[in-house]
């Protein structure tokens, strides 16, 4: 029995009916041209083979005298956390997202290992896909993203385990100057003390010189009250869309910006087109909170700081927009470059210890921590293949919190970049139309910078990947694809 780190413990003591705490990840898959039509029977049964199960996917959460340990479940079911769904024919993109859209509002049973994996069959051109979500204790979406690459192959003969049989790569050995044992322990303790306690006064300091911020410095409960600022319920919608990183990259070259800031600056314009068109925009900038990664080599589970940015959606310029983002940004990275890992963490960590008296409170509505997330999370550059059938479309299905109703998440894939939009849908309304505002951001974004006496680092714009989603009011885009697959009609509702 294991005790939880606190960073990981404490997404079992937020979740609440109305608040899930996994993330999740819906994969589209072209199975082999040679496949035949029980190519999925033979994949399911392949699968269903593996029934040892490795750690962390064969852990239940227990409580202990207070305090939440990982417990090997020693009467593991495979057939529960495995499931096979079909849609009904013809297998249209809306049936899907449908299905994922409940699914993602469900809660993970705490007497199991925390985790389910879908394999939905019926999509056009014997396409299928993968939902597979896994509870935010047991890894965050850093780690997800890389242990979901390393179970898929670059090559399409190489067939391998399935998530929770693979033999993943082993953590790199403790430092050097780790000592060993009773006393090795305590020294160790000190000295994480001594970088942790910096983190802790930094992050006090920062709370309670809130209101003193000054020039293009982002802080705590600086947030202006926002229509994403709300209670939310057990629902969900989603909506997603993917871009060429290349198409990114070029914006960032010539403005001089981070692919990074490129995305915090389509979603700032995105989100002042859906406020304006829902009359709500704040008269104050939003505030985006954007996790940081901190892993090393030795480092699994939750290893997450964060950093504050400034949308700009009170300044109709794009370009004006994106150079007060990136001022804002440069400031906090700056700042946390300065920092060690554990003394970022502890950072980050304090800076939220007024969110729960807001939230219990309701405070959060007039006085959010801040207005969005935003999380950009790498991906892989090679193209994968799970049993031969190539993996064509990677979207993220993240979490939205109370008085946190949207929740943007971008996954890089190849070379495009996937915007996931997870919100409540009771308290988001018309959440599909973001995809029409994100792709608006994007060109306005080009033609301030572009038309400024700058060219394009690229001869043409790459065309966009062809899969739109969102759920209950769903939308398909598409490019022409190969002859072997199937089109699907495109459809539009607003």
Known sequence: MKPLPPADAMFLLME???????VAGLNIFTPPARGGEDYLEKVEAKW????????????????????????????????????????????RIRELLAIVARLHGNLLDRNRPLWETYIIEGLPGGRFAIYCK???????????????????????????????????????????GAAPGLIGGVINAVRAGKEILPGIGSGLWDVVRSSQAHGDEVLP??????????????????????YSLKRLKALGEVSGATVNDITLAICAGALRKYLLAQDALPKKPLIAMVPVSLHDATTHGNQVGMLLANLGTNVADPVKRLDGIVKSTTIAKNRLMKMSRLEKMAHSLVMMVPAAPLMITGGARKRPMFNVVISNVPGPKDTLYLNGAQLDEVYPVSIPTAYMALNITITGYGDTLGFGYTACRRSVPNLQRM?????????????????RGKTSTTSSKPKKVPVLIKA???????????ATRAKVKPTRKK
């Open 16 to 22: 609440t009916r109305n608040q899930p705490m996994h």
């Open 221 to 242: 409960l600086q947030a202006p009250p926002s229509l994403f600022n709300v209670d939310i319920s057990a629902s969900r919608r989603f909506a997603a869309q993917s």
């Open 134 to 176: 896994i509870h935010h204790a047991l890894i965050d979406g850093v780690t997800g993203n890389k242990m979901m690459a390393q179970s898929l192959a670059t090559d399409a003969k190489d067939n391998r385990a399935p998530l929770w049989a693979f033999e993943f790569p082993k953590r790199a050995a403790k430092p050097r």
């Open 48 to 91: 269903r083979s593996y029934t040892k199960v490795l750690p962390p996917f064969n852990q239940r959460p227990v409580l202990r005298m207070g305090i939440w340990c990982w417990e090997e479940d020693r009467d593991f079911e495979l057939d529960y956390h495995l499931r096979r769904l079909a849609l009904p024919k013809p297998g």
């Open 435 to 451: 995809l029409d505002y994100t792709d608006e951001s994007i060109a306005e974004l080009e033609s301030a910078v572009y038309g």
């Open 472 to 482: 209950k009011a769903v939308a398909v885009k598409k490019v022409a694809k190969p």
